[in-house]
Structures are given as structure tokens and as C-alpha cells.
């Protein structure tokens, strides 16, 4: 079961989730520091990211495993806070730029390795959350400044950037729900709101990159989205096949329509807000419009497309009768699995062939785009075994499902990268779910890396690039 010939095998972590360090050097706070620091149980026995993996200093010791994987790619994320302690370019911090990043990016490709660098993986520096973050239109700029900064400090080494990381889920988890910080809920407001705000900065970031750096540096630009499959509960039902078309525009397309088609959100997102809205008493629809101007700022800015899956969900229409708030409100969907999955973890059931059907539905909806898989992965069943068997299982199934999709389905998909390199924190909850190819001890000061059975047989899939056949 080969693979293309140069097909990408990697491994993904995020600032906030390993690097520890977190006042370190002049690096400013972030919404994670204040989030985790103000207690309450918001996260798993009040954990925090202070420490984590210790990456900020132990950096040899990850690209030793990387090395060890013998990766091709390497997605890591940017710590904004860390560059730039108040958010802004008034003031830069050299030592987190040019000592920390500048030494992954170069001992990455001295080892043959291509970094991936994201952005912005939900770590907002807590001096712009303090100006209302993601829910003011002035984000955008500082978005954008920030952007520009590391295009031009990093982009002479960098050719993969991803600008946001998971904006559909991002958006919902802080400023819908409440979960994640600022941990304020606005149901049935703030996600749109934020959406709005993180597709305008997207947008304005991919176009700096464009009129700015793209002909001297010759990288590519896209941001990447969380994709959860769906299936209707019943197939036989109108209203549920409806439902489950419904949730796929909601979750999936309403970033990736206005990015890779026309600038704008879904028609049936539009329609469905603007219904449930005037339902509620509300003047306008609670989903902020573009101008034509933004729509054709937005259309066309992404040079590949990265998405995420982990999991598919069953879904069952469920009328919203009361006019509730709410995003699932809005969707009237009822959205639970299917009572014979498998069940790694409390969200994660183990669905491989999803991860076909979310390929097969970006290829056919957005006109066949390059795809890079910038995150698949599954936890392990018990931390204190480095045997987990059971969790390669699932990504030996995984990858049987992404070959289908290559050569059966002609998905043009080039790069797939692992959650993750390390077991590491995992927003709220802590360090009790453990996702890495290398197993963590966060007990021991030392934070010693040690490989589970995973790990060993990634390394030999990216030796053979792709699946041993057995007879």
C-alpha cells in the first residue's frame, strides 16, 4: 500500500500545549497564562501549560524524536505572546524570536525537515483579549501586523504557514460556549461574531503574504480548518439527510465557502441564522454580513487546504420550537455517535472511513485542492503502558481509509501530520488525555520523552511510505 512518490508524513504540536516557559525570557501572557491561573476547575484538576512538555528548553530532546520518526514535516505554532509581549510591534522580544524559533526552523532543515509553522493556535497575548479580542474588528489589524512580522523575520527559511488554527471550533469554544478563554459566554453571538472577525484577518494576513513576500520567499498560505464527519441518524429521513447537510455547512463550510469560493458564507447559514433571529425578536440576523468589497478580499486566499479530523457524528433534526439561543439551536441538529463505534475518548469515537468522506467531500465541493492533513490522531488507552496497540489499530485504519481516498477517490491530498509528536496539554483537559507517538512523564522535572508503540510503527510507515501488505 504505497503511497505517492514525496507524500509528507508529520507530526503537529502547538505552542501553548509544550513549550512551558510561559514568563520566560520576557515573554508576555497569554489568554491560556490568566485562564489556567485563575483556577475553578475550568481545567482538569486546575492544571496548566506553565510547564508542559518543557519544550522552551528541551527542544533538543523533540528533535530528537522527530529525527528518531524520521519525519518529513513538522508542524509547530508561533507563541504570540512570545514574540510580542503586548500583542503589538512596539515592542519585540528578541531572545523569543531569534534564540527559540530561529534555532527550530534551522535545526528542522539542517535534518532534511520541513517545518510547518502556524500562527495562532488559540494562545491570544491577553493585552489585546484585554481590548475584547477576537470580537473587535480591531483584531484585524493586530492580526495582520503580527502576520507581517513573522513573514518577514521567519519567511526567508518558511514555506508552509498555517495563519489560524481551527477558527470553526476556536471561535465557538471561547466566544460562543465560553469554555475556553476568555471563558465569557455569548451564545448565539460571540462565535459568529469571532468567525467574522478570524476570516477578515485570515483574509488580510494571505494577502500581505501575497503582495509582500510571496515573489521573493515563494511559500504558500492557508489556514486549517477542524472537520467532523457527519452521517444522518436515520437515511430514510428527509429532515435528518437535511440536518446532516445542514451541519456540514455550519461547520466546515461556513469557513471554507467564503476562503475557497466566493467570499461569503453558505446560502442555508445565512438563511437558517436569519430565520431563527427574526424568530427571536431580533432586528438583524445575529450573523455579521460582508461587504462586497470583503467578499472579494476573501475569495481566493488559501494556497492549499489543511484540515483536521479525529471523529464523525450521527445527526438527528431537532426542531428548534422555543426559538432557543444557541449554535446547535440555530442547526437544529441533535448530534450524538452511533452506539457501536468505538470509544477512545469522552469526544472521540473511532470512525476511520470518515476520514474519506470529509476528503472526498472538500475534493468534490472545492474544486480538488491540493490537501495537507495537518492533524488525525488518537489517545492513548492507559498512560502508564507504553504499548498502545490498541490506539495503532486505529491508525492503521486510518491510513487503509487515506489510501482509498488517494488512489481510489484521486483526493489530491500530499501531506498527513499526526496530533501529536508529544503527549502534552490539552486545553481543559490537562494532561489526562494523552495523544502523543511519544509518551511524557510530567511528573519527573526532567520530562523525559519516551516512544510508545505508535511511534515505532509510524517510523516504519514513513520508511516504506505507507502500509506494509501482509500475505
Not at 442555508?268 to 470583503?294: C, D, H, N, W
Not at 479530523?309 to 442547526?331: I, P, S
Not at 448530534?335 to 470518515?354: A, C, E, M, Q, T
Not at 481516498?405 to 481543559?428: P, Q
Amino acid at each position: 500500500m504505497a503511497f505517492p512518490e514525496g507524500f509528507g508524513w508529520g507530526a503537529s504540536t502547538a505552542a501553548y500545549q509544550v513549550d512551558g516557559g510561559w514568563d520566560a525570557d520576557g515573554k508576555g501572557p497569554s489568554v491560556w497564562d490568566t485562564f489556567t491561573h485563575q483556577g475553578g476547575e475550568r481545567v482538569f484538576k486546575n492544571q496548566t501549560g506553565d510547564v508542559a512538555c518543557g519544550s522552551y528548553t528541551l527542544w533538543e530532546e523533540d528533535l530528537k524524536c522527530i529525527k528518531q520518526l524520521g519525519l518529513t514535516h513538522y508542524r509547530f505554532s508561533l507563541s504570540w505572546s512570545r514574540l510580542l509581549p503586548d500583542g503589538t510591534t512596539g515592542f519585540i522580544n528578541q531572545k523569543g524570536k531569534i534564540d527559540y524559533y530561529n534555532k527550530i526552523i534551522d535545526d528542522l532543515l539542517t535534518n532534511g525537515v520541513t517545518p510547518i509553522v502556524t500562527l495562532y493556535h488559540y494562545d491570544l497575548p491577553q493585552a489585546l483579549e484585554d481590548k475584547r479580542g477576537w470580537l473587535s474588528e480591531a483584531i484585524i489589524e493586530s492580526f495582520d501586523k503580527y502576520a507581517r512580522f513573522c513573514f518577514s523575520t521567519f519567511g526567508d527559511q518558511v514555506k508552509h504557514w498555517i495563519t489560524i488554527n481551527e477558527p470553526n471550533v476556536f471561535a465557538l469554544l471561547a466566544y460562543d460556549f465560553g469554555i475556553y478563554p476568555p471563558g465569557v459566554p455569548h451564545f448565539g453571538t460571540g462565535g459568529y461574531q469571532a468567525a467574522h472577525n478570524l476570516i477578515k484577518a485570515h483574509a488580510r494576513s494571505w494577502h500581505s503574504y501575497d503582495s509582500l513576500f510571496r515573489k521573493e520567499q515563494k511559500g504558500m498560505v492557508s489556514l486549517a480548518i477542524f472537520a467532523t464527519w457527519v452521517e444522518p441518524a436515520d437515511p430514510n429521513s428527509v429532515s435528518d439527510r437535511e440536518a446532516a447537510k445542514r451541519t456540514i455547512a455550519f461547520c466546515l463550510d461556513f469557513f471554507a465557502k467564503p476562503i475557497f469560493t466566493d467570499g461569503d458564507y453558505p446560502e442555508v447559514v445565512k438563511s437558517q441564522i436569519a430565520f431563527m433571529s427574526k424568530k427571536q425578536g431580533y432586528p438583524s440576523s445575529r450573523l455579521p454580513e460582508f461587504t462586497e468589497e470583503e467578499k472579494r478580499m476573501i475569495k481566493g486566499t488559501a494556497d492549499f487546504f489543511a484540515v483536521h479530523y479525529y471523529t464523525t457524528r450521527l445527526v438527528k433534526y431537532q426542531e428548534n420550537k422555543k426559538g432557543e439561543l444557541g449554535f446547535f439551536q440555530d442547526v437544529e441538529i441533535q448530534v450524538f455517535p452511533d452506539p457501536s463505534w468505538i470509544k477512545s475518548l469522552d469526544w472521540i469515537y473511532v470512525v476511520p472511513w470518515g476520514i474519506r468522506k470529509v476528503l472526498k467531500y472538500i475534493k468534490d465541493m472545492y474544486n480538488n485542492p491540493v490537501i495537507y492533513i495537518t492533524e488525525n490522531g488518537f489517545p492513548q488507552g492507559d498512560p502508564a503502558s507504553l504499548d498502545n496497540t490498541q490506539s495503532w489499530e486505529y491508525f492503521r485504519q486510518t491510513f487503509q481509509e487515506l489510501f482509498k481516498a488517494i488512489h481510489l477517490d484521486k483526493v489530491n491530498c500530499k501531506i498527513y501530520s499526526v496530533w501529536s509528536l508529544l503527549d502534552n496539554f490539552e486545553w481543559i483537559q490537562g494532561y489526562s488525555s494523552r495523544f502523543g507517538l511519544f509518551h511524557v512523564d510530567f511528573e519527573d522535572p526532567a520530562r523525559p520523552r519516551a516512544p510508545y508503540t505508535s511511534a515505532k510503527e509510524y517510523t516504519k510507515i514513513i520508511q516504506n511510505n505507507g502500509l506494509e501488505e501482509h500475505p
